[in-house]
């Protein structure tokens, strides 16, 4: 039997998964947009430089429908060469750089959190946890030390900071949906 992804230690992720525009889920002359920017950390806290993060979120009003067909293919090869840049998505798919940062431009979610999908090296299963802007009754259900690991950090208007850590004394808080 052949090892199926799960099964193999990656990175497998940049191949064919991340597509330009991944970080632009709002469109960049839409008004009140925000950037939630950070670094994915591994267990001994170095930067992660080759881990994928998906994202879901609802708009502003709460809604969470998305836009559906916002991605554009190259007609001759079927290729995703990005976002067409007009309608808010819900959805973004970004990749770590070299120095494990990642970075998207979105909207304030109206339910108050981003939903996150970790891929990384040595995971065998991906990992979610939840980016909070303030408060909410599951937050409200942690331990302070615990609680923190899922609350962004504005840095200044319109600029939040969250990093990832996957093993630690930093430990992000990640949820189990099974």
């Known amino acids: 039997m052949k090892a199926t992804p799960s099964q193999t230690v990656g990175p497998f992720y940049g191949y064919a998964l991340p597509f330009p525009g991944g970080g632009d889920l709002a469109p960049l002359n ?17 930067p ?24 554009r293919r190259d007609p001759v090869t079927g290729a995703v060469i990005g976002r067409h840049g007009l309608d808010f998505t819900g959805f973004g ?17 109206g339910n108050g959190y981003i939903s996150v999908c970790v891929f990384a090296r040595g995971l065998l299963h991906h990992l979610y946890t939840r980016i909070y802007f303030g408060q909410d009754a599951f937050l409200d259900g942690l331990p302070a030390h615990r609680r923190e690991t899922l609350v962004a ?26």
């Open 30 to 46: 839409d008004g009140g947009g925000i950037t939630v920017h950070g670094y994915v950390y591994d267990g001994a806290g170095d």
């Open 48 to 71: 992660v430089p080759d881990a994928l993060l998906e994202f879901w979120q609802a708009d502003p009003s709460g809604d969470l429908s998305g836009a559906p067909g916002s991605l």
């Open 93 to 109: 798919r970004v990749p770590t750089d070299a120095d494990g940062r990642y970075a998207l431009r979105t909207l304030m979610p």
């Open 153 to 178: 950090v504005a840095e200044r208007e319109g600029f939040y900071r969250f990093d990832i850590h996957l093993q630690g004394e930093k430990e992000t808080v990640f949820l189990d949906f099974g």
